[in-house]
């Protein structure tokens, strides 16, 4: 199993994605990214709804 995130997926013109197995592993990665490059120090309770309806799953290998 494999987690997905894509900015584009919440509506950001971003062409920033990423991966991991967990989704706890997930998060911190789309955290650094939204700091980073969409200047949220925190992710705010509506953008964060937004993310996780748009983490997507993918079964099978790597
Ligand atoms: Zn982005």
């Known amino acids: 199993m494999k ?3 894509a900015c584009k997926d ?3 013109d971003c062409g920033f994605k990423t991966d991991a197995k967990t ?3 997930l998060m911190p990665k789309i955290a ?5 490059k969409h200047g ?4 705010p309770p509506d ?3 937004k993310v996780q309806a748009a983490i997507k799953e ?3 290998l790597l």
């Open 10 to 12: 919440i509506g950001l």
């Open 47 to 49: 953008v964060m709804k």
């Open 32 to 36: 650094a990214h939204a700091k980073e």
């Open 58 to 60: 993918k079964k099978g």
């Open 3 to 5: 987690y997905t995130f």
């Open 23 to 25: 989704k706890e592993e």
């Open 40 to 43: 949220m120090d925190t992710i």
